[in-house]
T-cell receptor, first 111, second 112 residues
Framework: SQQGEEDPQALSIQEGENATMNCSYK?????LQWYRQNSGRGLVHLIL?????REKHSGRLRVTLDTSKKSSSLLITASRAADTASYFC???????????FGTGTRLKVLA | EAQVTQNPRYLITVTGKKLTVTCSQN?????MSWYRQDPGLGLRQIYY???????DKGDVPEGYKVSRKEKRNFPLILESPSPNQTSLYFC???????????FGPGTRLTVT
């Protein structure tokens, strides 16, 4: 069964605005990763946050992790049209050796 | 160039005709995995491999087989494809289990 649930399912914003998407999961994790997918193409890794970290930054990306609430958020600041894509969270649990992906958020950035 | 390659990229086949989708990576990665992506369901893991000759089931292994005879290759085999296996398939690899994954370009399979 799918563990990760992204929220919202779809998001449309103007260029320059910030985009926030959320991910909830059900079981304990070792790390949580965010990926981007451009229309049916292969996923590209964006950022990884470990279970003992609360916040991580990479360029215009900011990820937070709250293990007590089993949730994470991805913030993209100053969005660009090129950020239009689907974004997925994926959790990793060392007890199962598996990655579990969420259902994704479709982001559309309007120029 | 570091990459994961998959072949074929597109495949239309008929029910019951065995097929193999190849996956190869040139990064000397230990961990490899197959996923299927369906609308509204995200990516679901089919099989994974921790290393050569070590494979295990993911969340949706029914109807699929894999093998890992060499470190770089991880083919996905559909012995008797059915229409419910129509999907977009991705191969991925990572340095080790739990690390960031590198994805192939995908194989769009249609089973009629």
């Amino acid at each position: 069964s799918q563990q990760g649930e992204e929220d919202p399912q779809a998001l449309s914003i103007q260029e320059g605005e910030n985009a926030t998407m959320n991910c909830s999961y059900k079981t304990s994790i070792n790390n949580l990763q965010w990926y981007r997918q451009n229309s049916g193409r292969g996923l590209v890794h964006l950022i990884l946050i470990r279970s003992n970290e609360r916040e991580k930054h990479s360029g215009r990306l900011r990820v937070t992790l709250d293990t007590s609430k089993k949730s994470s958020s991805l913030l993209i600041t100053a969005s660009r049209a090129a950020d239009t894509a689907s974004y997925f969270c994926a959790t990793y649990n060392s007890g199962t050796y598996k990655y579990i992906f969420g259902t994704g958020t479709r982001l559309k950035v309007l120029a | 160039e570091a990459q994961v390659t998959q072949n074929p990229r597109y495949l239309i086949t008929v029910t019951g005709k065995k097929l193999t989708v190849t996956c190869s990576q040139n990064m000397n990665h230990e961990y490899m995995s197959w996923y299927r992506q369906d609308p509204g369901l995200g990516l679901r893991q089919i099989y994974y491999s921790m290393n050569v000759e070590v494979t295990d089931k993911g969340d949706v292994p029914e109807g699929y087989k894999v093998s890992r005879k060499e470190k770089r290759n991880f083919p996905l085999i559909l012995e008797s494809p059915s229409p419910n296996q129509t999907s977009l398939y991705f191969c991925a690899s990572s340095y080790g289990v739990g690390y960031e994954q590198y994805f192939g370009p995908g194989t769009r399979l249609t089973v009629t």
